[in-house]
């Protein structure tokens, strides 16, 4: 009995589900083409994301050195707190070489795999 139950509920469920699809290709409806996908060489995709990653690295940088400022103002002459925060700065400072460097990377790597003939 529950299998005949789960049966004809499949079966209505699945009808259910084709309405539109039919309902849409009776009223002359045509899908969309295409994929939605970036277009693009794999080159171009991966570039565009290594930029994006290292933008955001960029920026953490630099909102990572305006803390550890803050916390060396208010540190207080604690000289814990206050080798913390410049430990901070370094390695915030870090980061913001480590993004300037990819991008240089990144663009070096372009000019020379890209078979253009560029001047700088």
């Known amino acids: 009995m529950k299998n005949k139950i789960k049966a004809s509920l499949s079966v209505a469920i699945a009808a259910l589900m084709a309405i539109p699809a039919t309902v849409s290709l009776a009223a002359g409806f045509t899908p969309p083409t295409g994929t939605l996908l970036p277009e693009g060489t794999i080159t171009q995709i991966v570039t565009g994301i290594m930029n994006w990653l290292l933008v955001l690295v960029g920026i ?18 604690d000289e814990t ?38 001047t700088y």
Do not use: D, H, P, R
């Open 60 to 77: 953490f940088g630099v909102i990572g050195f305006a803390i550890a400022g803050i916390l060396y103002l208010i540190s207080a002459g």
């Open 81 to 118: 707190k206050a080798e913390k925060a410049k430990n901070a700065m370094l390695y915030s400072i870090i980061g913001v070489i480590v993004a300037i460097l990819g991008m240089v990377v990144i663009k070096a790597a372009q000019t020379m795999l890209g078979g253009q003939v560029t």
